[in-house]
């Protein structure tokens, strides 16, 4: 290896350019770029993602304040849920939180739309109680039907 090659391995390293990526273009090992790159650039980039590390770690801390602030303030009743304060959907807090941001009534049909499972599962079952009350479900007919032709006489 020559010594622009070498130069150029230490501007790439410099740059922040990952040592696999440098050691594929060169087609040497990541052990080598260490070598060639020396103590004093390692030094100095370790010491940046010990930084970053450390960034991240205080956010943490923080996140994990409010959190415990909201789960405080959810069990003493002031809050609708730990991390929302309204329902995602319909901004409602009289409905009781059910899960995902969403309350009860608007998390069942958010399962009834993003699940194809669920769906099949829940018109087997409207269709089986559709069988055994057959006189509810004309009746829930007719009122539907009764409903619809309105709309469509005041249009």
Known sequence: MTNEDKEKIKELFKEGVPTIEIAEKFNVSRQYIHLIVGKKLMKKKLDKIAK??????????????????????????????????????CGRTKIKHSSKG?????????????????????????????????????????????????????L
């Open 102 to 154: 969403r309350c009860l009534s608007c998390y069942s049909g958010f399962k009834y739309k993003t699940d194809p499972k669920r769906r099949v599962m829940q018109n087997k079952c409207t269709r089986n109680w559709m069988k055994d009350n057959p006189e509810r479900t004309r009746e829930i007919m007719y009122k539907a039907s009764k409903k619809y032709n309105k709309k469509l006489k005041s």
């Open 52 to 89: 970053k590390r450390k960034i991240r770690k205080d956010k943490k801390e923080k996140e994990l304040t409010i959190y415990n602030k909201n789960l405080a303030l959810f069990r003493a009743g002031k809050r609708w849920s730990i991390a929302y304060p309204c329902c995602i959907d």
